[in-house]
């Protein structure tokens, strides 16, 4: 440390060095949740993203379902229950619940409809997103009622300080704050 700069800076400067690296993780989110472990991630709960689609089932369990992350969650009537990956190949889809209570998935990228059971199994064939009965559109599933408690953000702590995985625009805004402070703060610069 230089003797012109005090411990305060020196601070504020170790503080925009991790917004920063917490912006390269959240924006390489889609590579690194692919490393993890399958049944690892399955048991976390990650934020509720930014436009995420809420569906309920007929037993009142809610689902999530998050572009950026390509997963969806189970809510149930003591918060969350576990979550797992969709096969949507990273573009945009549309959700919707069957009768019977799968969760059907519209990819647009896949060019398929895909249904999973409440536990994330794919079940059935895959068939063209047009196949869906109700003019070709997802099944509404407003009229069933939740009985589930879902949190606007999230439940546990965890997922509290993922929120740099929420959207890549989050991602590159910390990136942003934390390249900006260390390039244009010359008092911050060490040495």
Not at 9 to 28: C, D, E, P, T
Not at 51 to 58: D, F, R
Not at 154 to 173: D, G, K, R
């Amino acid at each position: 440390m230089r003797r012109d700069q005090s411990p305060a800076i020196m601070n504020l400067r170790r503080i925009a060095i991790v917004v920063a690296a917490a912006g390269v993780a959240g924006f390489l989110q889609p590579f690194w949740m692919w490393i993890l472990p399958t049944e690892f991630l399955n048991r976390i709960e990650l934020p509720n993203s930014i436009g995420s689609v809420h569906v309920t089932a007929p037993d009142g369990r809610v689902f999530i379902a998050s572009q950026p992350f390509g997963r969806v969650q189970r809510y149930g009537p003591s918060g969350f229950e576990r979550s797992f990956a969709i096969d949507t190949h990273g573009g945009v889809f549309d959700v919707g619940v069957s009768p019977s209570g799968h969760i059907l998935i519209c990819s647009l990228r896949a060019r398929a409809l895909i249904t999973y059971d409440q536990d994330g199994n794919e079940i059935g064939p895959r068939g063209p997103c047009s196949s869906v009965s109700n003019q070709g559109r997802m099944p509404d599933s407003s009229y069933y009622a939740s009985q589930a408690k879902v949190p606007p953000i999230a439940q546990s702590w965890f997922a509290a300080f993922a929120i740099p995985l929420w959207h890549p625009i989050v991602a590159w805004l910390m990136i942003a704050a934390g390249g900006l402070y260390l390039k244009f703060n010359p008092r911050s610069r060490p040495g």
